[in-house]
């Protein structure tokens, strides 16, 4: 099942975000939504809001992924 989307709450998103090495950002995000942040080896700053849903739908998560620069098979190795 590589490459496909799974089905994912964002909980556990955002711990597979933590294991790739976001931390929170330094404006938590507003209402239902968490700020993550990451410094690429570039010094490139990646900025992804997470909203706090129990399932994602398949096209945020997507989104997501590539706001962070993670394709789905990092991300199956990171769960």
Do not use: Y
């Not at 496909?4 to 239902?32: M, V, W, Y």
């Amino acid at each position: 099942m590589r490459g496909k989307l799974p089905s994912l709450s964002s909980q556990r998103l955002i711990a597979a975000l933590r294991h790739a090495g976001f931390e929170d950002a330094p404006r938590p995000g507003k209402g239902s939504h968490r700020a993550l942040m990451r410094r690429d080896e570039d010094g490139r700053v990646r900025l992804v809001i997470v909203p706090e849903r129990q399932d994602l739908p398949r096209g945020t998560l997507n989104a997501i992924l590539q706001q962070a620069g993670l394709t789905a098979d990092e991300l199956a190795d990171l769960l």
